[in-house]
């Protein structure tokens, strides 16, 4: 039988369940055991999809067209997991799925409760991935204990040891150690409540994770202990990193954290090794090289709504043993401004996905900056939609070139809404979502730096290159440099004349690992640093 692990989290949010639930995950793949993640979040939203970035951050889309929270980019980043529709499941989801069944009859005309209808369903979920191929599933609970809308999530695991066996579940809690200035102390007190409410609930963890600014000395760790009932060698200190968040499974490896996990659940003991890990972590502390990277988006405000782009960014950058800077430059600014000022010292430009005009004549404007001076440019999603507007209204002549997504009535629609989302109505999970082929055309860049003709790739959008357009775009010099399989949609543009000119209408950076850094997102950087290296030598 496969075994659980949960993990909570406690005082405040934003601790770090995430990273810390994929490190244990990779911990465990480490020692040869076979691992699922699943994230559970107590909002009502059926999936982060229809969420500002501003309230939610980035939208991670898994393979299978699932919306999901940005905690499964740690996961896939991490552990090798395979990840679906069944990893995030939110309230909003598990509701709609007991409203269903109780307008089928299937309730048999009884009254439908939060206990037990609604805690069945996600014990159903949680226990859906306990195939007879996992030997651990790991379930983190978004949000923190006291949360009113988390009760439902913690009474259905508080039911899951009694159904399979407690010594088949391992509860695992997420806690905060402030340290006082002042009064030059480590406060436990926050802990010992957190844990006290867990405990009201009828869960009691098993180990307490502690997050701290400073090393908390034994006797902090000895009076967390005592109060929260664990065991002494089960209080893990997790101290904040100041280098990378990769370092963070070696620091819980160090503390004994796997096998800890291991003796509980009673599993196969296997050799931790961490070797390509460290040596990862040695690349990171000790780069030969540096570039900058200017990300010009709509949300820079809000890091995580670009999560996945700086973290492929920065796995480019492992790949070629270099620091990479990033300057986060608000689009709008640029609107009104001179684009030399913010982009004349930049090593290479990367403008993301989005939503809205807000913003767009920033991106064209940095775009056509970078096109016309030789700077490596890669765009993703709309950072492609808007390449393909600057080089029709520029390279064309095309002045009143745009997107039907800013302006409907647009004399030249170069980027325009696909056929099929014309009818739709509903905003949820109705895009163009998920991994699909996309073909290669010999001879580019990107067929060079995937070093393959065929390629998935993962989807979220509505509009795309209108086909209209394309052979006149080709005349001017732009490359069609990918493809889907019937030749009808434009996935990848290139210009073949620029160092480094290569746009996407996927999203690649869903793909990218810190080991396995995206072939597109490592060919930009490389650019970026043979472009600095020229400048340096003065070429």
């Known amino acids: 039988m496969a075994k ?16 810390t639930s994929a490190s244990i995950g990779l911990l465990l793949e480490r020692r040869g055991l076979r691992v699922r993640m699943q994230k559970l979040d107590p909002y009502i939203n059926v999936d982060p999809g229809t969420m500002s970035p501003y309230q939610h951050g980035e939208v991670y889309v898994l393979d299978d067209g699932a919306e999901t929270d940005l905690d499964l980019g740690h996961y896939e980043r991490f552990t090798n997991s395979p990840l679906s529709r069944k990893s995030n499941y939110t309230s909003g989801r598990i509701y709609q799925t007991v409203i269903q069944k109780e307008r089928r009859g299937e309730y048999l005309g009884g009254t439908v409760q939060v206990v037990p209808h609604v805690t069945d369903e996600i014990k159903n979920a949680i226990l859906d991935l306990a195939t007879p191929d996992v030997d651990v599933v790991i379930t983190e609970l978004g949000g923190t204990v006291g949360d009113i809308e988390g009760l439902p999530f913690l009474e259905a695991i508080r039911q899951i040891p009694l159904e ?20 030059k102390e480590a406060k436990t007190k926050p802990t010992q409540h957190s844990v006290g409410q867990l405990r009201q609930i009828g869960i ?5 994770i502690v997050r701290t600014e400073r090393p908390l000395g034994k006797e902090a760790c000895e009076k967390i202990a005592l109060f929260c009932n664990v065991e002494r060698k089960a209080v893990i200190e997790e101290q904040d990193k100041e280098l990378s968040i990769y370092e963070v499974p070696v620091g819980l490896a160090e503390n004994k954290l796997d096998r800890l996990v291991i003796d509980k659940l009673g599993l196969p003991i296997g050799e931790l090794n961490l070797d390509d890990w460290k040596q990862l972590l040695d690349r990171i502390r000790n780069p030969l090289k540096e570039v900058t990277i200017a990300v010009v988006g709509k949300y820079i405000e809000h890091r995580d709504a670009y999560k996945s782009i700086y973290e492929s960014l920065s796995h480019a950058g492992f790949a070629h043993s270099t620091r990479v800077l990033i300057k986060r430059i608000e689009a709008e600014q640029l609107e009104t401004s001179d684009p030399d000022f913010a982009l004349g010292s930049i090593d290479g430009l990367l403008v993301p996905g989005g939503f809205g005009y807000r913003g767009i004549e920033g991106k064209i404007k940095a775009i056509e900056f970078a096109r016309k001076n030789g700077i490596p440019y ?22 009143d070139a745009n997107s039907t997504e800013f302006e409907s009535e647009s004399g030249n629609p170069v980027i325009c809404m696909l056929e099929e989302q014309r009818t739709i109505s509903d905003k ?16 580019t860049k990107a067929a060079a730096a995937y070093g393959a003709e065929v390629v998935m790739e993962r989807h979220r959008h509505r509009y795309e290159f209108n086909p209209e357009y394309r052979s006149r775009m080709i005349e001017k010099g732009m490359s069609i440099a990918g ?3 019937s030749g009808n949609l434009v996935e990848i543009i290139e210009l073949p004349n620029h160092p480094w000119f290569v746009a996407v209408q996927f999203h690649p950076e869903f793909r990218s690992k810190p080991l396995e850094p995206h072939p597109l997102f490592r060919g930009f950087i490389g650019a970026a640093i043979e472009r600095r290296q020229k400048s340096a030598s003065g070429d």
């Not at 009691?204 to 307490?208: A, H, K, S, T």
């Not at 949820?428 to 001879?443: V, W």
């Open 4 to 19: 659980h692990i949960f993990v909570t989290g406690g005082v405040v949010s934003s601790l770090g369940k995430g990273l």
């Open 164 to 183: 399979i066996g407690k010594h088949n579940c391992l509860f695992i809690h997420l806690t905060l150690v402030p340290y006082l200035k002042a009064a």
């Open 204 to 208: 009691q963890p098993d180990i307490l």
């Open 378 to 399: 890669f765009g993703i999603c709309l950072g492609m939609q808007t390449a393909v507007i600057e080089f029709a209204r520029n390279v064309l002549g095309l002045q």
């Open 428 to 443: 949820g999970g109705t895009m163009r979502l998920g991994a699909q082929p996309c073909h290669l055309k010999p001879g």
């Open 483 to 485: 493809l889907s399989p």
